[in-house]
């Protein structure tokens, strides 16, 4: 008889299963030391709009942000900050700083923006005091919260991390009440998508007398009326649009937590 062993704790050399969604998983050999690296997820603008107006971003806003990744949300922040404003943002991958700045070239607004090719979480952002926001979108940010402080101007600064997972988040708000932020929000946003359609209903017959005795307030000769009874009345039916909410959302895609710099 032959045996299948199992282990409490993955070990060296197993093969573990990166489990992404029902349509994304695959196998990695566990390796001291080693790392996986995912496709660059971005940001869209659902999240975009929240981190936005949070961060207070206006004309003239000064911004500082890591990683780039494919630069999705720089560019909706130097939308923002234009014309006096700059963006400065940091990023490890060196094909990934690179791909940014030409892209940043080609839309011609690179002169609001500085692309940084370093460790946010060794080497920060190389800035201080001066940056009115700060925003992370890295797999540790808690590593990177002593050099956003250093960044932020000394008071009112403002902070947001985007993380996908609830522990993240937990490491984060612990980094973030050491070094002194307040008013630490975590926010999720979520979009609820409806299924609109017609619907039929059958008008019940109710005989001669319950039609004149019913509904008092209906004026038929209303056109509002006449417009919701359209076209049914002769088929004994009546037609309206309804709004259903779909029973499951999809639609997670991060926390986001703001925190704001206050003097110590
Ligand atoms: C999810 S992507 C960012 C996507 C970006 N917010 C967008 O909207 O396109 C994360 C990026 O952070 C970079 N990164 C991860 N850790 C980093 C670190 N410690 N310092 C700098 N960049 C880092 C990764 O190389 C990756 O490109």
Not at 7 to 33: C, N, R
Not at 42 to 51: E, G, Q, R
Not at 129 to 137: R, T
Not at 140 to 166: D, M, N, Y
């Amino acid at each position: 008889m032959s045996f299948v062993e199992y282990g409490d704790t993955i070990q060296e050399g197993d093969t573990a299963i990166v489990f992404l969604g029902h349509e994304s998983m695959f196998p990695v050999k566990v390796q001291h030391g080693s790392k996986t690296q995912t496709k660059t997820q971005i940001l869209y603008s659902t999240d975009i709009s929240l981190i936005t107006m949070m961060l207070e971003l206006k004309p003239g806003s000064i911004v500082c942000e890591s990683g780039t990744g494919s630069g999705s949300l720089s560019h909706a922040i130097i939308r923002t900050v234009a014309p006096t404003g700059h963006l400065y943002t940091v990023e490890f991958h060196q094909q990934r700083a690179e791909k940014a700045m030409e892209e940043f070239r080609e839309h011609k607004v690179e002169h609001l923006v500085t692309v940084k090719n370093q460790d946010v979480c060794k080497n920060g952002f190389g800035v201080s005091n001066m940056a009115d926001a700060v925003f992370l979108d890295i797999p540790s940010p808690w590593e990177a919260i002593g050099h956003a402080k250093s960044a932020l101007k000394v008071e009112g600064g403002r902070f947001c991390s985007f993380s996908p997972c609830i522990e993240q988040v937990q490491r984060t708000c612990l980094a973030l009440e050491e070094h002194g932020f307040t008013e630490i929000n975590t926010l999720e946003i979520l979009l609820r998508v409806y299924n609109v359609r017609t619907i039929s209903l059958q008008i019940p017959d109710l005989g001669k007398a319950a039609e004149d005795n019913s509904n008092p307030g209906f004026d038929s000769s209303n056109q509002a009326n006449q417009g919701v009874m359209c076209g049914s009345q002769q088929q004994g039916t009546a037609q309206f649009k309804s709004g259903v909410p779909l029973r499951e959302m999809v639609g997670h895609t991060g926390y986001l937590t703001f925190a704001t710099k206050s003097l110590s």
